[in-house]
Each structure stands twice: as C-alpha cells, then as structure tokens.
C-alpha cells in the first residue's frame, strides 16, 4: 500500500505519494483528487505523485473572500510547486483542471515539461454543462442533486454503479458559491488563440462516449497544439481515467517513457516501466 501524506497549501489540500520525478494531477469542475484513485499505485512507484485538490473541492478550504476563478486557480497551483520545491513537472489536468493546466502551462511554461489533457476543451465545456444550465440546475434543484445529475450523465455505458456512486458522493462537496464562480469562469476560458504557444509534448486523452466535453473538443486541442498526439478511449465517457485505468495508466506510461520521464534505474527498461503502471 503506497503511504499517501496530506499537506494544505494556502486554500489547496494535496495529497502526495512516492519520490522521484514529479506528477502533477489536477481535477476538474466539483470533482476532487480521488478522481485520479487509480494512478496512485503504479505511478506512486517511481515519481512523485501529486493530487491537487482545487480550493473550494473536496477537503479544501473554502472560504467566501477568494476568487474561484480559472486564474486564481492556476495561483493555487503555483504555489503548491513552489511548497514542493518542483521547477518543473509533468502536468495532468482533467476537464476544468484541464483548462488550468493549459492555461498555467502559457504562463508558466518553465514549470511544465509535459502536459496531458483528459476530457478537456480549448473553451469552456461541451453544450451540455455551461453556466446557463449550471446556474439553473443549482436554483432549481440545489447543488449537490445539479452536480450528481452531470455526474449521472459523465460517464460511459461502461461504468458499475459503484464507480457512479463513488463520484456522486465526491461532487458533494463543492458548495454552491464555488460552482458557481467556477463555472462562469471556465464559461469565460477561451485558449484557442495561444494553444499554438504551447510547446512542450502534450497527449490529449477523451473517453469516445463523453458527452460532457466530446471528443470533437479534444481533436480542436490535438489539431492546434503543435507537438501533440490524441488518443481517443473506448468504451469510456468524462472519466476515462476511473473507467479505463488499465489503458490509461498504459497510455499516460508510455507517454512518460517517451519522453524522458523515467528514473535513471529504469531508463533501459521502458517495457518493464509500462508494464508496472498497469
């Protein structure tokens, strides 16, 4: 069992696990850092492993006199590197974390030695979750019920209802004046005229059957990103990650063995590497 320890950084509660070079997880719109439960084992292994949950998500703080904004979170995030003492690190962000990630890498791209992006968007979300639906889900019916019913819609035909109750009850933690702002804010997020900036190695992961961000969305990212390669998952939906671990796990290894993210020890051994991490 990986020994996981728990540090607050200002407003973020981050999770880190194992030693080596690091990994840099973000979630996405109300999810947390559990999201990324089933990376923890084989990468823990031979990097540093670290799962940021965003302000206002999960067991973060969430106080009422801060922005929950895509550029206040892309600060959050820098100074959970510069906790860590990371310069530079490999960087996953999901769907809004995503969004973060893209954005922090333009800022930041000193601190980004490559990036992955999983079910995310050049702008905003898909159609199906924008700050319209999202602000009056959330009068309607309260945020916790506005946030499980995206959740119900997220996942592939694939998914146990364990795996669905799991995220349901994850979402339940982002109060109303987090989602708010978060949501408008990503609604605002528009990346498609600097994705061109972007220029450290980038894989681009979506589940085919996600409907939340489609995959439409991931081809614009892989298409404007000049040194980016896309990879569409079958049989998953929003979170490939939780519904396909091994073949994302595998996919996301490969990626860091081609592109030198290994530890000296395992260099010369990419297969072995790969086949640890599923």
């Known amino acids: 069992m990986t020994s996981i320890r728990t540090i607050t950084v200002g407003d973020t509660v981050v999770q880190v696990s194992g030693e080596g070079m690091p990994l840099v997880f973000v979630h996405g719109f109300t999810t947390t850092a559990e999201f990324w439960r089933e990376q923890v084992e084989p990468?823990?292994?031979h990097h540093q492993m670290v799962r940021i949950n965003l302000p206002g998500h999960g067991r973060s703080p969430r106080p009422e006199d801060r922005d929950y904004t895509i550029d206040a979170f892309v600060e959050d995030v820098l100074r959970v590197y510069r906790a860590l003492s990371i310069e530079s690190a490999f960087l996953v962000g999901l769907s809004m974390g995503g969004t973060?990630?893209?954005?922090?890498?333009?800022a930041h791209?000193?601190?980004?030695?490559?990036?992955?992006l999983v079910g995310a968007t050049p702008h905003g979300l898909g159609a199906d979750v924008n700050v319209d639906n999202v602000h009056?889900?959330?009068?309607?019916?309260?945020?916790?019920?506005?946030?499980?019913?995206v959740i119900e819609r997220s996942f592939g035909s694939a998914a146990s209802a364990e795996l669905i109750d799991f995220a349901k009850t994850e979402v339940a933690q982002t109060p109303?004046?987090?989602?708010?702002?978060?949501?408008?804010?990503?609604?605002?997020?528009?990346?498609r005229a600097r994705l061109g900036e972007i220029s450290?190695?980038?894989?681009?992961?979506?589940?085919?059957?996600?409907?939340?961000?489609?995959?439409?969305?991931?081809?614009?990212?892989?298409?404007?990103?000049?040194?980016?390669?896309?990879h569409v998952m079958?049989?998953?939906?929003?979170?490939?990650?939780?519904?396909?671990?091994?073949?994302?796990n595998r996919l996301l290894g490969e990626f860091l063995a081609q592109h030198g993210m290994l530890p000296p020890r395992m260099a010369e051994d990419v297969t072995s590497y790969v086949h640890q991490a599923v």
Do not use: W, Y
């Open 176 to 191: 109303a004046f987090v989602a708010c702002q978060a949501i408008a804010s990503l609604n605002a997020s528009d990346s």
């Open 100 to 106: 973060v990630a893209q954005n922090f890498t333009l």
């Open 43 to 45: 990468f823990s292994a």
């Open 200 to 230: 450290v190695p980038t894989l681009v992961l979506v589940g085919e059957e996600d409907v939340i961000t489609p995959p439409s969305e991931s081809r614009t990212l892989a298409n404007s990103i000049p040194n980016s390669r896309l």
């Open 234 to 248: 079958a049989s998953a939906g929003h979170f490939p990650m939780l519904e396909q671990p091994d073949v994302f």
């Open 109 to 116: 791209p000193a601190c980004v030695r490559a990036l992955v």
């Open 136 to 149: 009056k889900a959330i009068d309607e019916l309260g945020v916790v019920t506005a946030s499980q019913k």
